[in-house]
């Protein structure tokens, strides 16, 4: 009668990687312990002329003995994967105006400067089809909020439902974050306890990038902060996406854990 395995088929193309892998491995190790045997008898032949060729021989003796019996090696192979890394970044809510004069916010974690001089550029990724994305390509003007750990309760409301469903003004209220007026020409509100207000203009277009509307260019015209001591630097802790991932309030592909939307779809 044909056997049939239990063990299921086997890769044999993968199982002859990891056999030369584990090959180089055996033998750097078993080269390693001869080196540091015979560096050991050196040492000791120096002290002791006379027990040179015994401590030699059984050094050398020992590193066959040691070799077969080392212990086991982890494999690190180094192979393709379509899952990204999980970075620990900060995390940011984008204030864009509505076409009543009204502010929305999202929550962005794709954002970073990329120049200081002559002026101050920042580069926004931004998720496309999106009242924000609808808002900043009409205005051009935005205020990048960079989040603390207070504000963590909201980033389900923010960055999980869009502002053409829901009031994020009165949710945000509800959850004790009243939203205060910038007192700037275009009329923002923004969260209250920021670590920094960033006020961007883009200059230029913006590249669509597949899931994302990149905005390469986005000039700063004026940066406020409410958590700085009388040394102008700042008191408070940013949020990060590790932070968010710890205390589930997303999960690891960077959803809302408690609706599964996108944490930008806002």
């Known amino acids: 009668n044909k056997q049939t395995s239990i063990t299921g088929p086997k890769n044999t193309t993968i199982d002859n990687q990891q056999a030369n892998h584990r090959s180089l491995h055996s033998s750097s190790y078993y ?11 050196t040492m000791i032949s120096c002290c002791n002329p006379r027990s040179n060729l015994g401590v030699i021989l059984a050094l ?21 994967t379509t899952t990204p ?17 009204s502010t929305n916010m999202n929550i962005l974690t794709y954002a970073t400067p990329v120049s200081i001089a002559p002026t ?18 009409r205005t051009g003007v935005c205020v990048l909020q ?3 750990d207070q504000h963590a309760d909201a980033v389900p409301l923010l960055g999980g439902t869009s502002g053409r469903d829901v009031d994020k003004r009165l949710g945000c209220a509800k959850l004790g974050m009243e939203w205060e007026d910038l007192n700037d020409k275009h009329g923002f509100q923004v969260l209250p306890g920021c670590a920094s207000y960033i006020k961007l203009t883009v200059e230029g277009g913006v590249v ?19 958590q700085v001591n009388g040394d102008g630097e700042q ?11 710890e205390w589930g309030v997303i999960t690891e592909k960077g959803r809302v854990a408690d609706n599964k939307q996108l944490i930008q779809s806002s």
């Open 235 to 245: 008191t408070a802790s940013h949020l990060s996406t590790g932070k968010l991932r």
């Open 208 to 226: 669509d990038a597949g899931s994302h509307f990149i905005v390469p260019f986005c000039e700063v015209s004026d940066m406020y902060s409410s």
């Open 146 to 148: 960079l989040l603390t």
């Open 31 to 41: 080269n390693s312990a001869k080196v540091f045997l015979l560096l050991i008898s």
């Open 60 to 80: 050398f003796v020992c590193s066959f003995i040691v070799a077969p019996h080392r212990p086991a090696l982890v494999d690190a192979l180094i192979q393709k």
């Open 120 to 137: 101050r550029v920042w580069t926004m990724g931004l998720y496309k089809d999106t009242l924000s994305d609808e808002n900043l390509r």
């Open 85 to 101: 890394a999980l970075l620990d970044v900060p995390t940011y809510s984008l204030a864009t105006l509505n076409e009543d004069g």
